[in-house]
């Protein structure tokens, strides 16, 4: 998986990094078929201090991209909660997947187009 790794306002350390790259290999465990990563972490002074670090994760897949956004008073907190909103928008769309290929999905489908 390619990553993209920018930040504004804030000087990228080797841990910051170190735990991004934790994240996201958990997260492309998850669905290995991602292509790309883009990571903004930023630091606004002009927020409210529970809110000043924030963390964006665009991850690109098959389909439409994925995307979560969050702001907290820790940048570490923040990273680890966007990563369980990606975790959660990946496990949604694998469940939906399986659904469509389940035999009693197909069934209903099979009636449904019957009682038209």
């Not at 996201?24 to 201090?49: G, M, Q, Y």
Request: proline share 2%; glycine share 2%; charged share 35%.
């Amino acid at each position: 998986m390619k990553l993209i790794l920018s930040t504004h306002n804030l000087t990228l350390t080797k841990a910051i990094e170190d735990h991004i790259l934790e994240k996201l290999d958990k997260l492309e465990h998850l669905d290995r078929w991602s292509i790309d990563a883009r990571v903004t972490i930023e630091h606004d002074h002009t927020r409210d201090p529970k809110k000043q670090f924030g963390c964006s994760i665009r991850l690109g897949v098959r389909g439409p991209d994925l995307f979560a956004v969050d702001h907290e008073s820790d940048l570490y907190a923040a990273i680890d909660i966007v990563a369980k909103k990606i975790e959660q928008q990946i496990r949604k769309r694998h469940s939906k997947s399986k659904a469509k290929k389940s035999t009693a999905a197909r069934t209903k489908k099979k009636r449904q187009e019957s009682a038209l």
